[in-house]
């Protein structure tokens, strides 16, 4: 017990060699930040768009979901909620203009979320098309 | 009778529960993968959410390769299945339920969050069917009929990785100021105090002209001081958005490390800047060293960040409307801003540690470390961050002076026991909370409080142990670590003495404190820095006259230059069980692993002997040692105001 205290002191004073410079500790600096907030609170992006897209023809009354859920994204996660409402006129066109529209949110820190409710079917190549 | 919903009924179905709701003669359609490809080219990270039948059929419908965001996929159902209609069994439903739910806990995964609406809808089993009496229907071969299952399994699939990979995680953003409306171009969210351009992810502060009364997510406004270090990477060829997205895929508060600056040189030099809290997670590696400790952004990033945005080098990050109108949009980011870490970093506040011997002295370094000031270039390289973390706990709520001046005298909550012997911050409160956190109600008692002022005479004499001289190996706090927790509980008495010791016997030394706390061999340059509750654990001064008499005599052994042993208590002998001990050289009686330390600890007693006394003779010793006035070293750590174990 003793010997060994006296070890570690002895240990203690004189520093070992110098070592040669190690290489990249890139996991060490990860695995202590991930040590650091096991369960952190925060957000990466700076900003969340989301889109919630429905149709005119609203024949399923998905809007009561879609409003619940814009409410969640909105009030609850303060994430920027747009709606829209694809019409019965032109739709690809419309739709197209819209998500352009969008997109101009389009930035490396930022998150998109898309949410379509409708009807959707399988268009003669197997391809998935919407209607309302 | 189920009605389908956002279907269109195929053969395979069973009619029986469905009706047939024929919308094949619709003519308003639109196909979905045009709308995703645009979604699929965007930099950002995408999340879809198909409510709809058919919704796992939808694949990639391009080849892009090295896109920057992650695109993930949760849709209601697989591929020819019909989707639930809008009532509880629905997508919808289960997801809001669980976004709701997931709001108030944690940051959580696409991944975590489709299986949790996955667990939401699969928690519903389907009851039997009844006849009109009330019996239970069977199937003429005598099966249970049970009514349909109508819940449908969502699908999580990955639409594009990103290049490392990462996910989506979603997370409530942090309420702050509502952004100026409408205002795309003055980028009024931009404080000064996140101007690190490109590479503060979240520093890049948004309005956008949607901006109605949206909150927007803010920064935290980080804690200082904070590190800076310098690391040497091997692979030469680490582009800075490399580690930007890095930087990114650690977890969200790791968002707190920054680059403040990327040399090309023998190996990548590369300067970040973390928090506290994060350095001293760090295990050690030569790879890094310690630069200084800093209390604000880098100053010299927000000038040229505002110069490179009036010269539109830097593109606004939020007049993404406008970037064509510039000849370098955000596409362009990246050279500029390579382009502007070296300049800027050049002009750095903190010098660049190329410059070693000076660089750790410079302005902000200086102003909080002198510590690391020594002439050794040893702990330069390889910086002792266990035992600074004692100190840099408190220094990370010490307000801290540019002038390192004798520490105020605040008055700070003493420690309890498991505080004090964790080297945690304690409250103050009885039981404190981190006793209540951790059950240890009962021994959340304060540390014995000692005597913690000092006189005054203490700081000149701080300096002096500065020039012990070279041949003192690399002062030792270089090769510090905490101090073994063998010696937590008594080392506040321990090393109580060292500082005055050290002087007063000049080239004795009282090695007891060594032993027990190291921190005690250093304190008199960290003592300005560390909080008052801490002051006798690194060496704060104590009265000559010992205040703690022990309870019984110390083991204790004395010994002359020569490593023998001159005199020893009672106790010594009894525990070292050999007889006698008196007049044993020190290697003899350790381990043969510990004698090639003793020596090599003798010559530099004598090494800083011969240069602080050179005309210095030892005494002639007698045979008998006893009661002789002749200098000796006491090793063990006990000692007269200490208790030993």
Redesign the interface.
Known sequence: M??L????????????T?????????S?????????????????????CVILLSWVTDD???A???Q??RH???D?????V?VYQ?P?EK??RA??GR??EF?????????????????????QN??????? | MVSVRRAIHNSQSDTSNFSDRNRQSSLITVPSSGIQTFLEEADSDVLLLYDCCHSAAITTTGDFQGNKGVKEVISACGYETIAPEVDEHSFTNALIETLAMLSKGTPFSVGELHSRVLSCLKCWTASLLYDDDGKVLKTPEGNLVSERQPRRTPIYSILRESTPRRSIVFAPLTLAQPAPEGNTQANPSITPSNATPGLDIDGKAISSKKSKKRKRAHPKEPSWPQIVLSVRLDEAELEISTWREWIRSLPAEAKDIKIEGMYKSFSTLLLIRMPVSIWNLLPDNGAYSFVGYVTSENLSFQDLETQAWSEGILDKPQATKNANEHPKGISSIQEPLKDTLQKSSISRDTTPFESEDEGLNSKSTSSLSPSFSSSSTWHKVFPPPSSTTLILKDLANTPVSTKPKRRETGTLALACVPCKRAHLRCDGQRPCSRCLANGKEDACVEVQSKKRSRPRLRDESESRYEGVGTGYPALPEASMRRPLSLYSTGEAFMASGSGDTLHRSGQYRVLKSQIGSMPGLIAPRYIDYASAGDTNIYGGSMPLTPRILPPQEPICAYLTMEMQIAKTTQNFGDTIALQPIVGKKLQDILSPNDQEKVLRLQRTFEEERREREPNYVSPIFLNNFEDKSYPVRRIWPGSDRATAN
Do not use: C
């Open positions: 003793i010997l205290e006296m070890g570690s002191f002895v240990f203690h004073l004189l520093p070992t110098h070592p040669s410079l190690p290489s990249i500790p890139a060490n600096l990860q695995a202590a930040a991930k040590a650091a907030w096991p369960k952190q609170e925060g957000n990466r992006y700076s900003r969340v399923l009354g998905v009561s979901e879609v619940r859920l969640v994204f909105e609850m996660y303060q994430f920027q747009e694809i019965d739709p690809d739709l197209k998500i352009l997109l101009s949110n389009d930035q490396d820190s930022s998150l998109l979320i898309f949410y379509y409710a409708g009807h959707a079917k399988r268009g197997g391809e998935p098309l919407w209607f309302p």
